[in-house]
């Protein structure tokens, strides 16, 4: 369209800062056009709980989407698993976790107020009222959730929502193991919620207490567990860096000794330099076989592999791969988040890659004539079994530009009236605000290739 209110030689970036004023930008950006809005809003919210809206579902989905064509269906060596999210004591007991995950709690004796004691800044002043000495001793603090399955509350009754997917995937070995006819190495995959009641969640949906992670547990040959160990930290730190997170705000860390879990002979986190700093977004764990041997110890039954073609019998060491999906999510929206101006105002685009992008496409007819409107809702027909699109008919066409731009669309495609002559239309590239003409019979396939699909 020779009349396309945009121009990209016209623009020129703006420097976005990586401090809080980024963090309130994409925040606000997040509420405004449907990403993430905070839970029970018109009760006063609920602290720490998050809904994701219209748009924050579908960039959820498409990272859960891209961890999983990664992890599974693009290997033969992975299969997948949706284990409960209520489980018995018997399994907590076995893992460790009724004994072991906990947090150190101290109360602010002036203020009331609660923390971690190991997250402290100074271990003898409330950060929230300054008082000095104010804390009370610490105790442990269990952070999984407990509930009663049935109608009536006892012991007996006694269950826990997961604070982790891993052992649904351990406690069934056998059951997949036997199913799918895999031998080690193999890995069992899983994609689900999991609750841990965090004494001080914060920073949007980086720690709440209701969230979703992404988690692979990989048997191995005991000897083969460093090998697997060095190449799945590769693996998953390069997994981000391929959908768009810029090498310099990522990094591998080793944890130190003092660090590892008792299970644990290695373990590194893929960290994202966040707004305000280095935080976690997936640890990939070597845990030996810990969990295994747990398992089959508590529960009396067999959790081991028999190699036939060497006649022995022995117990997988594990190599897991844990994210977070809304971490992950928040990252993605962090990194692409920039600024730039076009034509002296300010143009907000999420560079996101094709892959994550909530939609790939948006129908936009320059007008709501009756005239166009057939024609746009047939492009729309036509796309939708290949993509999710967004079909917009209202404002001015380079409002609804800015508003696709935010939403991370990388592309539009516009209907005009010389469509109803040349049965074409234009599409428009998001990052550099490019347009090109293409014929409707061509469209799709055209779109599928520039998408990468």
Same mark, same amino acid.
């Given at each position: 369209?020779?009349?396309?209110?945009?121009?990209?030689?016209?623009?020129?970036?703006?420097?976005?800062?990586?401090?809080?004023?980024?963090?309130?930008?994409?925040?606000?950006?997040?509420?405004?056009?449907?990403?993430?809005?905070?839970?029970?809003?018109?009760?006063?919210?609920?602290?720490?709980?998050?809904?994701?809206? =219209?748009?924050?579902?579908?960039?959820?989905?498409?990272?859960?989407?891209?961890?999983?064509?990664?992890?599974?269906?693009?290997?033969?060596?992975?299969?997948?698993?949706?284990?409960?999210?209520?489980? =018995?004591?018997?399994?907590?007991?076995?893992?460790?976790?009724?004994?072991?995950?906990?947090?150190?709690?101290?109360?602010?004796?002036?203020?009331?107020?609660?923390?971690?004691?190991?997250?402290? =800044?100074?271990?003898?002043?409330?950060?929230?009222?300054?008082?000095?000495?104010?804390?009370?001793?610490?105790?442990?603090?269990?952070?999984?959730?407990?509930?009663?399955?049935?109608?009536?509350?006892?012991?007996?009754?006694?269950?826990?929502?997961?604070?982790?997917?891993?052992?649904?995937?351990?406690?069934?070995?056998?059951?997949?193991?036997?199913?799918?006819?895999?031998?080690?190495?193999?890995?069992?995959?899983?994609?689900?919620?999991?609750?841990?009641?965090?004494?001080?969640?914060?920073?949007?949906?980086?720690?709440?207490?209701?969230?979703?992670?992404?988690?692979?547990?990989?048997?191995?040959? =005991?000897?083969?567990?460093?090998?697997?160990?060095?190449?799945?930290?590769?693996?998953?730190?390069?997994?981000?860096?391929?959908?768009?997170?810029?090498?310099?705000?990522?990094?591998?860390?080793?944890?130190?000794?003092?660090?590892?879990?008792?299970?644990?002979?290695?373990?590194?986190?893929?960290?994202?330099?966040?707004?305000?700093?280095?935080?976690?977004?997936?640890?990939?764990?070597?845990?030996?076989?810990?969990?295994?041997?747990?398992?089959?110890?508590?529960?009396?039954?067999?959790?081991?592999?028999?190699?036939?073609?060497?006649?022995?019998?022995?117990?997988?060491? $594990?190599?897991?791969?844990?994210?977070?999906?809304?971490?992950?999510?928040?990252?993605?929206?962090?990194?692409?988040?920039?600024?730039?101006?076009?034509?002296?105002?300010?143009?907000?685009?999420?560079?996101?890659?094709?892959?994550?992008?909530?939609?790939?496409?948006? $129908?936009?007819?320059?007008?709501?004539?009756?005239?166009?409107?057939?024609?746009?809702?047939?492009?729309?027909?036509?796309?939708?079994?290949? $993509?999710?699109?967004?079909?917009?008919?209202?404002?001015?066409?380079?409002?609804?530009?800015?508003?696709?731009?935010?939403?991370?669309?990388?592309?539009?495609?516009?209907?005009?009236?010389?469509?109803?002559?040349?049965?074409?239309?234009?599409?428009?590239?998001?990052?550099?605000?490019?347009?090109?003409?293409?014929?409707?019979?061509?469209?799709?396939?055209?779109?599928?290739?520039?998408?990468?699909?």
């Amino acid at each position: 369209m020779s009349d396309a209110p945009d121009a990209a030689d016209a623009s020129r970036p703006i420097e976005v800062p990586n401090d809080d004023t980024l963090m309130e930008k994409v925040v606000g950006l997040a509420k405004r056009r449907g990403f993430v809005f905070p839970s029970a809003e018109i009760y006063g919210g609920f602290r720490s709980t998050y809904d994701y809206g =219209p748009i924050g579902v579908l960039l959820l989905r498409n990272v859960k989407d891209a961890w999983w064509r990664a992890m599974v269906q693009l290997r033969d060596d992975v299969v997948g698993l949706d284990a409960a999210i209520l489980s =018995p004591p018997a399994v907590w007991e076995a893992s460790g976790h009724l004994r072991n995950f906990t947090d150190p709690l101290v109360d602010c004796r002036q203020c009331k107020e609660r923390f971690r004691q190991d997250n402290l =800044p100074d271990p003898t002043t409330c950060p929230n009222c300054g008082a000095k000495d104010s804390f009370t001793e610490a105790r442990q603090f269990n952070l999984m959730f407990k509930t009663h399955a049935g109608p009536i509350e006892s012991d007996a009754a006694v269950a826990y929502l997961r604070p982790e997917t891993a052992q649904g995937m351990f406690i069934n070995f056998s059951n997949v193991l036997n199913a799918s006819r895999k031998k080690p190495p193999f890995g069992i995959a899983q994609v689900g919620k999991s609750f841990r009641n965090e004494i001080t969640p914060g920073n949007f949906v980086f720690r709440t207490r209701e969230f979703e992670q992404m988690e692979m547990e990989y048997f191995v040959p =005991p000897e083969e567990a460093l090998r697997w160990y060095e190449y799945w930290c590769r693996a998953r730190h390069d997994w981000y860096v391929e959908l768009g997170i810029p090498e310099a705000k990522l990094r591998l860390r080793a944890h130190d000794p003092d660090e590892l879990s008792h299970y644990s002979s290695g373990t590194s986190d893929v960290e994202f330099l966040f707004p305000w700093g280095w935080g976690e977004l997936e640890g990939i764990a070597n845990r030996g076989d810990y969990d295994l041997t747990q398992h089959a110890t508590h529960s009396g039954e067999k959790l081991d592999y028999f190699d036939q073609a060497t006649n022995t019998r022995y117990t997988p060491h $594990v190599i897991e791969p844990a994210a977070g999906a809304t971490r992950a999510m928040m990252a993605f929206l962090l990194a692409a988040y920039d600024e730039e101006l076009v034509r002296g105002e300010v143009r907000t685009v999420l560079r996101l890659h094709p892959r994550l992008a909530p939609y790939k496409v948006a $129908v936009l007819p320059l007008s709501k004539k009756d005239t166009l409107t057939p024609v746009a809702r047939d492009v729309l027909a036509r796309l939708q079994p290949h $993509v999710m699109c967004d079909y917009d008919e209202t404002q001015a066409i380079g409002r609804r530009y800015r508003r696709q731009d935010e939403l991370g669309t990388p592309y539009c495609v516009t209907i005009d009236f010389d469509s109803l002559e040349d049965r074409a239309v234009t599409i428009r590239e998001r990052d550099t605000m490019a347009q090109e003409r293409v014929p409707i019979e061509e469209l799709a396939e055209h779109l599928r290739a520039k998408l990468g699909l």
